[in-house]
């Protein structure tokens, strides 16, 4: 059964960087397509990001795209979500989601099933 835990998460100033992780310590994630959101408050939860099982190529959404990196290391059975030159506007709650019928990434958080339990990443200085 995959259980997804989020970590990594963390107070950092503008232009540093994170690195989100993303992983199933009660199963393999090799078959599976991860997506990563994330929700600040009073807002929507917002698709960033994913990783399809279905051809390995990730995929960023256009907001983010040339700060936010995906990657997975399967010996670790972990999915990494790398953000640099953060922003306030980057303060969010980070999630990764994935659902055993997605053979795709999907920005729409209602395609996934399996959430882990989010990652808080506060942007100040």
């Known amino acids: 059964q995959v259980h997804l835990v989020e970590s990594g998460g963390g107070l950092v100033q503008p232009g540093g960087s994170l690195r989100l992780s993303c992983a199933s310590p009660?199963?393999?994630?090799?078959?599976?397509?991860i997506g990563w959101f994330r929700q600040a408050p009073g807002k929507e939860r917002e698709g960033v990001g994913g990783?399809?099982?279905?051809?390995?190529?990730?995929y960023v959404a256009d907001s983010v795209r040339g700060r936010f990196t995906i990657s997975r290391n399967n010996a670790k059975n972990t999915v990494y979500l790398q953000i640099n030159s953060l922003k306030p506007e980057d303060t969010a709650v980070y999630y990764c989601?994935?659902?055993?019928?997605?053979?795709?990434?999907?920005?729409?958080?209602?395609?996934?099933?399996?959430w882990g339990q989010g990652t808080q990443v506060t942007v100040s200085s």
């Open positions: 989601a994935t659902d055993p019928r997605l053979r795709y990434v999907s920005f729409d958080p209602s395609d996934y099933a399996i």
């Open positions: 009660g199963g393999t994630l090799d078959y599976y397509s």
């Open positions: 990783l399809s099982n279905s051809d390995g190529s990730a």
